[in-house]
């Protein structure tokens, strides 16, 4: 699999981006690039992955992404455009000419046993945040807050709150009005009782 199309796999399966038809049309013009993506429901993108072999003229590259961009200006787009540089070395004249219209993430050709992890991390700003799993996200929140309240076991204010934290928020700000209120009337009491 070259770095291309593992590019277009990784966006496509992970992003959930759409493949569009070649050449890429944008009003009456047609544009040829080795891929083009268009992101999906949560973003705007317009992924372009131009992959550089040997004979691959550096002018012409640019020629192409800048007159893309223009084309989309012209059309009044709002789409992001990034390109993405594949398999050869892109000259850093070219990357500082395209990323002046456009986001640059020159790729290369990874290669062993982590390329896709490697290229996968170039394309971390195209995909979406990956949440973690519920298991790793587990903390043991009562019995950390119990190790710093130990001077305070068995109060039963401490004991409440904590009970009442497991139904949350709401539960917790009830058992709290709850205690003051309870003290607040038993001061009171004792204030009737002295008079």
């Known amino acids: 699999m070259t770095t291309s199309e593992s590019v277009v796999e990784i966006l496509v399966q992970e992003g959930g981006y759409r493949e569009l038809p ?6 009456s013009l047609s544009f040829e690039f080795t891929s083009a993506l268009v992101a999906g429901e ?7 992955v131009i992959e550089l072999k040997g004979d691959t003229d550096d002018d012409g590259v640019i020629r192409k992404v800048l007159a893309l961009t223009r084309a989309l200006d012209v059309m009044h787009s709002k789409r992001p455009v990034t390109a993405v540089l594949t398999s050869g070395q892109a000259s850093a004249d070219t990357i500082q000419s395209i990323g002046r219209v456009c986001r640059v993430l ?3 050709a990874p290669t062993g046993p ?12 195209l995909l979406p ?9 587990l903390l043991d929140w009562e019995g950390d807050l119990r190790r710093v309240l130990a001077a305070k076991a068995g109060d039963p204010l401490v004991e409440n709150l904590l009970d009442a934290a497991i139904h949350g928020k709401v539960a917790v700000e009830g058992a709290l009005a709850g205690s003051i209120s309870a003290s607040v ?3 009171l009491a004792e204030d009737e ?3």
């Open 42 to 48: 949560r973003a705007n993108d317009l992924v372009i």
């Open 106 to 108: 020159p790729v290369g």
């Open 193 to 195: 009782e002295d008079d």
């Open 114 to 125: 982590k390329a896709t992890d490697a290229v996968r991390d170039w394309l971390s700003v």
């Open 22 to 27: 070649r050449p890429l049309k944008v009003g």
């Open 129 to 137: 945040l990956a949440r973690p799993q519920a298991a790793d996200t």
């Open 185 to 187: 009337k038993a001061a």
